[in-house]
């Protein structure tokens, strides 16, 4: 599996969602800035991408993620 179809599947799952991914072959590393995580808890913003990737982990396609997630306005702030 390819980062570019990580990103793709998450994008396609989360609205508004830019990824951010690195990594290669089953294990990767995302960051993900949506709108769609406001108010949410880390718990839940990760379980959110998880659910994007489930079919994938369930495969074996992805055996390891490491998940960053952010609303736009967290990651602003993280890069000031």
Same mark, same amino acid.
């Given at each position: 599996?390819?980062? !570019?179809?990580?990103?793709?599947?998450?994008?396609?799952?989360?609205? @508004?969602?830019?990824?951010?991914?690195?990594?290669?072959?089953?294990?990767?590393?995302?960051?993900?800035? !949506?709108?769609?995580?406001?108010?949410? !808890?880390?718990?839940?913003?990760?379980?959110?991408?998880?659910?994007?990737?489930?079919?994938?982990?369930? @495969?074996?396609?992805?055996?390891?993620?490491?998940?960053?997630?952010?609303?736009?306005?967290?990651?602003?702030?993280?890069?000031?």
């Amino acid at each position: 599996m390819q980062a !570019s179809e990580v990103k793709s599947i998450i994008e396609a799952g989360i609205a @508004d969602a830019q990824v951010l991914p690195e990594g290669e072959g089953c294990n990767f590393q995302v960051v993900v800035i !949506s709108p769609a995580f406001a108010g949410l !808890s880390p718990v839940k913003k990760q379980q959110m991408v998880y659910a994007t990737l489930a079919e994938r982990i369930a @495969d074996g396609s992805i055996h390891a993620l490491t998940i960053k997630a952010y609303t736009p306005e967290q990651w602003q702030a993280l890069q000031g």
